[in-house]
Nanobody, 119 residues
Framework: QVQLVESGGGLVQPGGSLKLSCAAS????????MGWYRQVPGKQRELVAN???????VYADSVKGRFTISRDYVKKTVYLQMNSLKPEDTAVYYC?????????????WGQGTQVTVSS
């Protein structure tokens, strides 16, 4: 079993900062990438940032220059530093991992953490 456990969401004022964390655990043989997505009610889940273990990090245009994704290889943890937050960043943020577990490559998702940007 693979688990992704997120933390760090909450309420913040416009212009403020938050840092999300996501730790992967379980029977992980190979990890290809970790990233963050977000979703608001009535809309599709969208990519925020993705960090391959071998490749180029990708950011959504809407967060470039404000959000930074980083990883700790040893801890199998991915972080999302969010600065200069805007009300339109309000969403449920989901951690994603592309990995091999029990001989099978799959996408795994965290349970989601709410980020609310409001004054």
């Amino acid at each position: 079993q693979v688990q992704l456990v997120e933390s760090g969401g909450g309420l913040v004022q416009p212009g403020g900062s938050l840092k999300l964390s996501c730790a992967a655990s379980g029977s992980i043989r190979v990890m290809y990438a970790m990233g963050w997505y977000r979703q608001v009610p009535g809309k599709q889940r969208e990519l925020v940032a993705n960090s391959p273990f071998s490749g180029i990090t990708v950011y959504a245009d809407s967060v470039k220059g404000r959000f930074t994704i980083s990883r700790d290889y040893v801890k199998k943890t991915v972080y999302l530093q969010m600065n200069s937050l805007k009300p339109e960043d309000t969403a449920v943020y989901y951690c994603n991992a592309d990995l091999i577990s029990n001989g099978r490559r799959s996408d795994y998702w965290g349970q989601g953490t709410q980020v609310t940007v409001s004054s």
